[in-house]
């Protein structure tokens, strides 16, 4: 039975949203899907001007968006600032073309701040890690103040689950899993459990 005014007594699982760009979005979704704490993925299109944006429109490379995901977490599970390691670790931040074999604006990296706390935690996070000596070249990923973001087309969504096969093939002949490896050692993918 309920508490007062028939609400139930359950407490409501609390929920933050973290973006972030990391070049293709259905790897940056893959590797996010496996972090505990982490409730839902979605890729999609963030940053530009153009409105309702198709990928044909965002990987043309005019259009502003990049390609982006935008994770539901669990702030009970998983911190922010912890989702924002993972997420250095996952990709190269030093890269100012792209990520790995995709190029251009649509594939570069970014953070995208939905609130001043979490602009805070994302700037002492990038700051921490430009001071660490663990790149030897500079992190030029930038903070961005979340726009709207447009969730890709249902092809794209869960891709790596869908299409396991292609999938791997494109993660393997993209070369993300040996740069990044190639860049962070053994701090590669920490905070993934698939990793």
């Known amino acids: 039975m309920g508490g007062a005014f028939g609400l139930t007594t359950q407490a409501v699982a ?10 293709c979005f259905w790897c940056v979704e893959s590797d996010f899907d496996h972090v505990p704490g982490v409730l839902k993925t979605t890729s999609g299109y963030i940053g530009g001007e153009t409105p309702n944006p198709t990928y044909e429109i965002v990987s043309a490379g005019s259009s502003g968006h990049l ?16 989702l924002l390691d993972i997420f ?13 074999c995709d190029r251009g604006e649509s594939y570069k990296t970014a953070i995208f701040v939905t609130s001043d706390t979490q602009k805070s935690t994302a700037e002492n996070s990038k700051a921490a890690l430009s001071a660490s000596g663990l790149l030897s ?12 973001f447009y969730p890709a087309e249902d092809y794209h969504q869960n891709y ?5 096969i292609r999938y791997s093939f494109y993660r393997l002949t993209c070369g993300r899993d040996a740069g990044v490896e190639a860049l962070w050692g053994d701090q590669a993918h920490s905070g993934i459990m698939d990793h």
């Open 137 to 148: 070249d500079p992190v030029v990923t930038p903070i961005r103040t979340a726009t709207k």
């Open 160 to 164: 790596a689950e869908i299409n396991p």
């Open 88 to 100: 250095w670790r996952s990709v190269d931040p030093t890269d100012d073309g792209g990520q790995f």
């Open 14 to 23: 609390a929920e933050d949203t973290a973006i972030f760009a990391g070049g």
């Open 67 to 82: 390609e982006a995901v935008e994770i539901v977490f669990d702030p009970d599970k998983v911190s922010y600032a912890k």
